[in-house]
């Protein structure tokens, strides 16, 4: 459409991506002067002349490199297409990516980035928790391409991880797949140390990626690619969306690993499509007031939970003095706590779905990153494939609740909570502790 480049400046100073995301990478005089870019509608586009045909399949199939003042052109919206393209170049910048892919869902920009740099034979050293969707996919689909997964728990040491990458195979080792904070427990894994994991255990032959899922606090909060990061992955139907009324992904990275994630994309046929991209245009440019609106009052009601009498926990990421190797990581990568909490009623599952079935102003529904507040019960709604056994090692308790918070009042959703809390009534426990 045009190069993003040419308006990322003003007298040689670089505007900030709260301010890019109105114009970049669209010129308004090519689409009849409209502020907003339309939506390419199309399934395939006009070649000027059989030789422009046959040099774009050249360029898009890889038969030839790219010229130096070469652009790659319009052939078909399963390989590209304008609405696209302006969406892609906007999703670079708070990540300060060189390129992105975008996609029909969170996890097609998972499966899609994690088959494009996966073959048979591989392991994956992943993080848990992950999002429940992740972990079947891990643990069950890639099986099925003879790539194996292991996960490393919360608890996992340096050199407890150090050590299960020494026992894999000499060159199985080709990626360490992190989601951090976790779903739905918080904890926050040290990028900077499985960057140097991958460094040690990778070489230009068999490189180990780094692959981040950075949904709960990117792109405002995060940024994995400054830590080491090969691949930044993202729901984009959470905080990028953030109106609960789409479904997409987004997979950031260099231009050389975007290449084959993006040919992957082609022939799995995993894009977004135009009219979804044109929304997530559109909420880009509200982002960041949306993630800072819902994180202000999100720490505002997580202090009120640690305190309530029947919270036996929270889980947040400004509540971390019980761990200082946490305190550390959230310092080191985190810009602020984000919107997401999580926290242990007192009782267990049957207390859970009481105060899950009071609640009036928040939403019970899964998914996360909206403008409205939602609660849902991990234990049996998002992470209920994986094993009750292993929920307990991942520190996921039938006791646990996950909220994201939105942008209502704060007050008005610590009334609801309240509200809640009471039709929940004292848990047998919580009377012991008071005869004790």
């Given amino acids: 459409m045009t190069n993003p480049h040419d308006h990322a400046c003003i007298n040689g100073q670089q505007l900030h991506p709260e301010s890019l995301m109105m114009s970049y990478g669209y010129t308004p005089a090519w689409s009849e002067g409209a502020i907003k870019p339309p ?41 590209n297409n304008p609405s696209l393209e302006i969406l892609e170049h906007r999703l670079t910048l708070w990540d300060g990516a060189e390129e992105a892919a975008s996609f029909a869902s969170g996890m097609a920009a998972i499966s899609t980035t994690l088959l494009a740099l996966l073959q048979p034979g591989d392991v994956v050293l992943h993080s848990e928790p992950v999002y429940g969707g992740s972990d079947f996919f891990l643990k069950n689909v890639l099986r099925k391409f003879g790539i194996e997964a292991q996960g490393f728990l919360p608890t996992a040491t340096p050199e407890q991880l150090e050590a299960q990458a020494a026992a894999i195979a000499p060159g199985r080792l080709a990626m360490i797949f992190v989601e951090t904070p976790a779903n739905p427990t918080n904890h926050l894994v040290d990028l900077e140390a499985c960057a140097a994991l991958a460094r040690r255990y990778g070489s230009a032959e ?73 929304m997530l245009m559109r909420s880009l440019e509200t982002l960041k007031l949306r993630m800072e609106r819902a994180a202000t009052s999100a720490q505002v009601i997580a202090d009120w939970l640690r ?30 706590p984000g919107s997401m909490i999580s926290f242990d009623i007192r009782g267990g599952e049957a207390e859970a779905f009481r105060f899950l079935n009071a609640l009036r102003l928040i939403k019970l529904a899964v998914s996360l990153g909206g403008t409205e507040s939602l609660a849902e019960h991990p234990a049996t709604m998002t992470h209920s494939d994986i094993t009750p056994a292993d929920q307990l090692e991942m520190g996921i308790t039938s006791q646990m609740i996950r909220l994201s918070i939105g942008v209502e009042d704060a007050q008005d959703l610590m009334l609801d909570l309240s509200q809640a809390f009471e039709a929940v009534g004292v848990p047998q426990q919580v009377r012991e502790v008071e005869l004790a």
């Fill in 307 to 336: 305190a309530h009498p029947l919270v036996a926990r929270t889980y947040y990421l400004t509540h971390l003095e019980h761990c200082p190797v946490q305190q550390d990581i959230y310092r080191r990568h985190c810009l602020s």
């Fill in 39 to 79: 939506i390419f509608q199309t399934s395939t586009f006009v070649f000027k002349n059989a030789e422009e045909g046959k040099a774009f399949f050249e360029l898009a199939y890889g038969l030839r490199q790219q010229g130096p003042d070469e652009e790659m052109g319009l052939i078909y919206s399963r390989l």
């Fill in 206 to 278: 068999k490189p180990v990626r780094l692959v981040v899922d950075n949904t709960f606090l990117g792109p405002v909060f995060q940024h994995p690619l400054k830590h080491g990061a090969d691949v930044v992955l993202y729901s984009a139907t959470k905080f990028l969306g953030g109106h609960s009324d789409l479904i997409a992904g987004a997979a950031l990275s260099s231009k050389a690993l975007m290449k084959e994630i993006k040919a992957m994309r082609t022939f799995m046929g995993t894009m977004c499509d135009p009219n979804t991209g044109w």
